[in-house]
């Protein structure tokens, strides 16, 4: 069925049931990506190790937030 075939049923619902399609389609797009996940725990991890080897500079939290 075609994106527009899929539209024209959908607004034939009754409202309550346009609702729950609508919900049901938002939630499958808020999917956790594990393939990002991994992509950051790589980055962090790199972060990490640059700090520990002095590759990288850090900033104290105090500094950070202080008030100008």
């Known amino acids: 069925m075609r994106t527009k075939e899929?539209?024209?049923e959908?607004?034939?619902l009754k409202p309550q049931e346009r609702f729950a399609l609508v919900e049901s389609l938002i939630k499958s797009?808020?999917?956790p990506d594990?393939?990002?996940d991994e992509?950051?725990?790589?980055?962090?991890?790199k972060r990490l190790n640059a700090?520990?080897?002095g590759?990288?500079?850090?900033?104290?939290?105090?500094?950070?937030?202080k008030a100008e």
């Open 34 to 36: 594990t393939n990002l």
């Open 29 to 31: 797009l808020d999917e």
């Open 39 to 45: 992509i950051w725990a790589d980055e962090a991890e």
């Open 51 to 53: 700090y520990r080897d």
């Open 55 to 65: 590759r990288l500079d850090s900033i104290s939290m105090e500094e950070i937030f």
């Open 6 to 8: 899929l539209l024209d």
């Open 10 to 12: 959908a607004t034939k």
